[in-house]
């Protein structure tokens, strides 16, 4: 079992900045898969970013140039730096992990994400 405790999110104003955060349980984390997804009113959950294991990044195209994923595994954590922040990125962001090796996936409580002037 995987525990993830996502933080950082909050309200801001269009053309501004946060950083979420997502903390994993597990001595195992470096080979986890660990992904953003957010889920806006009334739509459904999309990928945001991701990043395997070798530190190799994906992006959808709505936030590329915008937003960046990394990871430290020697805090277990995963990190989204949100940039340019527009009403249409308003959401709950979840924070999830997969281990491919045994097709297992987790997912974090979210966050909420709430960009308005």
């Known amino acids: 079992q995987v525990q993830l405790v996502e933080s950082g999110g909050g309200l801001v104003q269009p053309g501004g900045s946060l950083r979420l955060s997502c903390a994993a349980s597990?001595?195992?984390?470096?080979?986890?898969?660990m992904g953003w997804y957010r889920q806006a009113p009334g739509k459904q959950r999309e990928l945001v970013a991701d990043v395997i294991s070798g530190g190799s990044t994906n992006y959808a195209d709505s936030v590329k140039g915008r937003f960046t994923i990394s990871r430290d595994n020697a805090k277990n954590t995963v990190y989204l730096q949100m940039n340019s922040l527009q009403p249409e990125d308003t959401g709950v962001y979840y924070c999830?992990?997969?281990?491919?090796?045994?097709?297992?996936?987790?997912w974090g409580q979210g966050t909420q994400v709430t960009v308005s002037s």
């Open positions: 999830k992990a997969v281990i491919v090796t045994i097709a297992r996936a987790y």
């Open positions: 597990g001595s195992r984390f470096s080979i986890y898969t």
